[in-house]
């Protein structure tokens, strides 16, 4: 089944439906997706984030040291996504807390210390909070003891345009460790 538009000498077919397979297709007639869209979607109103399966996770692996910030490839993740689903496993050569920031333009972790009771507003900005996920390693310092290193599950990491992620670690200045993620889905 097709929907053609035809003007003069020049039909063409705007929305093609393939029988046997279910898929639609617009501006294309082979669509290989139950929606495949060959051109621009505008959408006006509000957006769903939809997720994108690996068939296959990936993972990724890097170690960090002295809360020098770093850019990280994200092999197989493609260059449009801006978001990724990801466990990540942290461990490190400490025995104390330190935090690890991974996301869009880390530069830094953002201190909260002396600002105990204060206004978030105050210290944060929405770059911020839309832009990185913070995670802690509690140490032996804190009574917890994590053994060998910590998991934190299904983790949505906002991620720049390049299939790159920015990490920065904040706690000892002797601190060096691992990241490993599984990185499971992605969205635009």
Same mark, same amino acid.
Request: proline share 4%.
């Given at each position: 089944?097709? &929907?053609?538009?035809?003007?003069?000498?020049?039909? %063409?077919?705007?929305?093609?439906?393939?029988?046997?397979?279910?898929?639609?297709? @617009?501006?294309?007639? !082979?669509?290989?997706?139950?929606?495949?869209?060959?051109?621009?979607?505008?959408?006006?109103?509000?957006?769903? @984030?939809?997720?994108?399966? %690996?068939?296959?996770?990936?993972?990724?692996?890097?170690?960090?040291?002295? !809360?020098?910030?770093?850019?990280?490839? #994200?092999?197989?993740?493609?260059?449009?996504?801006?978001? &990724? #689903?990801?466990?990540?496993? #942290?461990?490190?050569?400490?025995?104390?807390?330190?935090?690890?920031? #991974?996301?869009? !333009?880390?530069?830094?972790?953002?201190?909260?210390?002396?600002?105990?009771?204060?206004?978030?507003?105050?210290?944060?900005?929405?770059?911020?909070?839309?832009?990185?996920?913070?995670?802690?390693?509690?140490?032996?310092?804190?009574? %917890?003891?994590?053994?060998?290193?910590?998991?934190?599950?299904?983790? @949505? &990491?906002?991620?720049?345009?390049?299939?790159?992620?920015?990490?920065?670690?904040?706690?000892?200045?002797?601190?060096?460790?691992?990241?490993?993620?599984?990185?499971?889905?992605?969205?635009?």
């Amino acid at each position: 089944m097709s &929907i053609q538009m035809a003007e003069i000498d020049c039909p %063409f077919q705007v929305i093609w439906a393939d029988r046997y397979t279910g898929n639609v297709g @617009i501006g294309t007639t !082979s669509p290989a997706a139950k929606l495949d869209i060959n051109g621009t979607v505008a959408v006006n109103g509000n957006k769903t @984030i939809m997720w994108q399966d %690996f068939a296959t996770p990936l993972t990724v692996e890097f170690s960090f040291s002295n !809360s020098t910030p770093q850019n990280v490839a #994200l092999t197989g993740v493609p260059a449009n996504a801006r978001y &990724i #689903l990801a466990n990540v496993f #942290l461990t490190t050569n400490i025995s104390d807390h330190f935090n690890m920031l #991974l996301g869009r !333009s880390v530069t830094s972790t953002t201190s909260w210390v002396g600002t105990r009771g204060a206004r978030p507003s105050t210290s944060f900005n929405d770059n911020q909070a839309q832009h990185k996920v913070l995670l802690t390693y509690f140490g032996e310092t804190d009574n %917890f003891s994590s053994y060998f290193g910590t998991w934190y599950s299904s983790q @949505i &990491i906002p991620i720049n345009a390049n299939s790159t992620l920015d990490a920065a670690s904040a706690g000892n200045s002797n601190s060096s460790g691992w990241v490993y993620m599984v990185i499971r889905a992605y969205s635009y």
